[in-house]
């Protein structure tokens, strides 16, 4: 199981959630990772922790004024990207370009999708990974695991009908263990999440919790 903790753009201190999921990743020996807003990339990155870009532009160089290229986010220490969550929704065309863009800069992919429908269209494209989150239950404090596992299992069948490389992530609420043993009964292989860690007291206690389980 791979934890992906976004940030979003929460008023945590992105050292104190790194070092955290570095040495909670380290004792559990589970993969965790963190997703800071892109002017703390290279900071986080310094502190050891696997580190991700929330999104990364469709843009090559050139006059593209407030983008984020993922030749830069690779640079700053990135290995890996977000792209199209339900806070940065993009056009279809941007997503397959920032793909593209995220290849060359050689950082791993996950396509953030509404729906299964919209799963197997992410699939399609060839990320690494797609991940299922219902809009409706981001920042709740119930489960997608629990609140609509059907959605998870039909994203699962989903991508696998398009291409069975790709990946299943699922997020939306997910802030214990026992949801993370739910995910991954389901048929997901990853945990997108944000609020459950970097709205916690003690970031580090949340993620003991989160891989308590596996
Ligand atoms: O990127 C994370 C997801 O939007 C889930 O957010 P949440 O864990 O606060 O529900």
New binding site residues.
């Given amino acids: 199981m791979f934890i992906l903790v976004?940030l979003?753009a929460y008023p945590c201190d992105p050292i104190e959630v790194a070092t955290a999921a570095r040495d909670v990743a380290e004792e559990s020996d589970v993969r965790i990772a963190v997703a800071p807003q892109a002017a703390h990339l290279s900071a986080v990155a310094e502190t050891g922790v696997e580190t991700w870009a929330q999104h990364v532009s469709p843009n090559e160089h050139g006059s593209h004024t407030g983008s984020t290229l993922a030749e830069a986010a690779a640079d700053a220490g990135a290995t890996g990207t977000?792209l199209n969550?339900?806070?940065k929704r993009m056009k279809l065309a941007d997503i397959d370009a920032s793909l593209d863009a995220a290849e060359r800069a050689d950082l791993e992919t996950i396509v953030c999708a509404n729906n299964p429908t919209q799963i197997g269209a992410a699939a399609a494209l060839a990320p690494d990974a797609v991940a299922v989150?219902p809009p409706e239950?981001?920042?709740?404090d119930v489960s997608v695991s629990t609140a609509d596992p059907g959605i998870v299992e039909d994203a699962v069948d989903a991508a696998a009908a398009v291409d069975e490389n790709v990946d299943v992530f699922c997020?939306?609420?997910?802030?214990t263990g026992d949801d993370v043993v739910a995910a991954g009964d389901l048929g997901a292989t990853g945990i997108?999440?944000?609020?459950?860690v970097a709205k916690a007291d003690d970031p580090k206690a949340a993620l003991e919790d989160l891989v308590s389980g596996l």
Avoid: P, T
Avoid at 137 to 140: A, D, E, K, S, V
């Fill in positions: 976004n979003k977000l969550h339900s806070e989150e239950l981001i920042g709740g997020g939306a609420g997910v802030s997108l999440l944000a609020s459950g």
